[in-house]
């Protein structure tokens, strides 16, 4: 026993984080690492930054460290791999978003208008957009990144969803509603198309609305 | 006058791309540099395939030139920047998909089906797939590419969408049905969440059918 350097090791898993446990290689040398209080928030908040700026492809462990200050053992030590830094990101990135299945609770006539405000209210605000375009898009262009991005969706989105519309298919029904408006997203704020890049929130949610309500609620 | 190595030079702008014209770096030595008949075409059919390959990011001059065995000059020569070869290279690549104001034609019930079943028809087909959404793919991620794009849907497809619908904001409706569509597609071929990536293309076209039919045809 070294005392309390081991201390992140005994710390418990996650809740919500069922993938395959963080390879961790050996215990670090506090004094030479970066190690100490805060550290796994500092690596966790510098990696959330380093993918949303650059992306998947050109984020490296080594370049989060230094972002954080610490030694690259230690982002291993705490997180594992490359893929699995990017979960942990991503998972918190993603928080606002995955209550959305709250947005839909109790269906209603006004359910398809819920969806697409709860979504506009994500996006039209600069400061929760960036990052959510910056995982989008490293999940368009690299298939681990998509790889993890499905699996937080599925295991925190999808199954709420399910449990929230008493339709057939509640999964396929919320994947074609949140198809349609991650598509007119990526028109308007990524490829920034006029007219919609321009039109006003209320016009297209006017439009929207009723295409969503009937596949959150057709029988 | 040095005679028909000047060829090129002298060759008509291309119909439909008005954007500024190829830079053009003095007379290519033709025995050097590869020029010489079919050419062109050659570096065309070069750039298509890098561009699709590895994006529009990762993709140089140099790179089109030694697949095309040619000389970089010869590229700038025939095509100009990186960015007007990547023009000319997507607007080959979206031949397809330019053709979708067709089936749009005089609208009707089934309109909605229509647009549906054409651009399915395109994507479930790998060979026209993959070129698609690598151009999806570089102009999500690339500014520039994001441009170039957007200057050819509306030069060569909105304005003649809005000529075949009978409805306020043809422009708009149809971004809205197109938006639909691509986020689809982006879930399906890209991110490959199920139960949309594995779903029969009749379900999800039976589906979005209605959508796309409000969208395009309802006053």
Do not use: C
Not at 71 to 93: P, W
Not at 105 to 127: H, K, S
Not at 136 to 143: E, G, P
């Amino acid at each position: 026993m070294s005392g309390g350097a081991d201390g992140p090791d005994d710390a418990p898993a996650e809740p919500g984080t069922p993938p395959p446990p963080p390879r961790r290689r050996g215990r670090p040398a506090r004094a030479a690492d970066g190690a100490g209080p805060g550290a796994r928030e500092r690596i966790l908040a510098a990696a959330r930054t380093e993918f949303a700026e650059r992306g998947y492809d050109k984020t490296s462990i080594r370049r989060i460290a230094k972002a954080a200050g610490v030694d690259s053992a230690l982002v291993h030590h705490y997180f594992g791999t490359k893929e699995q830094v990017f979960a942990a990101a991503i998972e918190l990135t993603f928080a606002p978003a995955l209550t959305m299945p709250d947005a839909l609770a109790g269906g209603g006539a006004d359910v398809g208008e819920r969806m697409a405000r709860f979504m506009f209210g994500i996006w039209e605000n600069p400061v929760s957009r960036q990052p959510l375009l910056a995982i989008m898009r490293s999940a368009l262009t690299n298939d681990t990144a998509a790889a993890v991005l499905r699996g937080l969706i599925e295991r925190r989105m999808l199954q709420r969803v399910a449990g929230e519309l008493d339709v057939p298919d509640p999964e396929f029904r919320v994947q074609l509603a949140a198809g349609h408006l991650i598509g007119i997203a990526m028109l308007r704020y990524v490829i920034r198309m006029d007219p919609i890049a321009s039109a006003d929130t209320e016009a297209i949610i006017a439009m929207v609305a009723p295409a969503l309500r009937r596949y959150l609620t057709q029988p």
